[in-house]
């Protein structure tokens, strides 16, 4: 069966960097887009980015724009979202997410585009 397994999450001050990574196994890894999401306490999920399956088209929400960079490493089989300059509104679980489909669809900001989920990996930034 697919497992979709994050990590990388802590706390950090704000202003400061960390990278999550999201690994997939049970599935041919560089056929799917994936995706990483966020949730906040209270909040509902809300997409951060998505990325094809070659890592050569990405797409990223406004909110996290020039801050964070997705990127894949096909070969190991593993996701990654760096995420730098961070703020205490980046306070979330982050979810990594396989889509169904080679690429980021037109409708990657929406949580039903995509088919597995990880458990989360939570993030906690400072002020």
């Known amino acids: 069966q697919v497992q979709v397994v994050e990590s990388g999450g802590g706390l950090v001050q704000a202003g400061g960097s960390l990278r999550l990574s999201c690994t997939a196994s049970g599935l041919t890894f560089y056929d799917y887009a994936m995706g990483w999401f966020r949730q906040a306490p209270g909040k509902e999920r809300e997409v951060v980015s998505c990325i094809n399956w070659s890592g050569s088209r990405k797409y990223l929400s406004d909110s996290v724009k020039g801050r964070f960079t997705i990127s894949r490493d096909n070969a190991k089989n593993t996701l990654y979202l760096q995420m730098n300059s961070l703020k205490p509104e980046d306070t979330a679980m982050y979810y990594c997410?396989?889509?169904?489909?080679?690429?980021?669809?037109?409708?990657?900001?929406?949580?039903?585009?995509?088919?597995?989920w990880g458990q989360g990996t939570q993030v906690t930034v400072s002020s």
């Open positions: 997410a396989t889509a169904p489909t080679s690429y980021c669809s037109s409708s990657w900001t929406y949580v039903g585009s995509y088919n597995y």
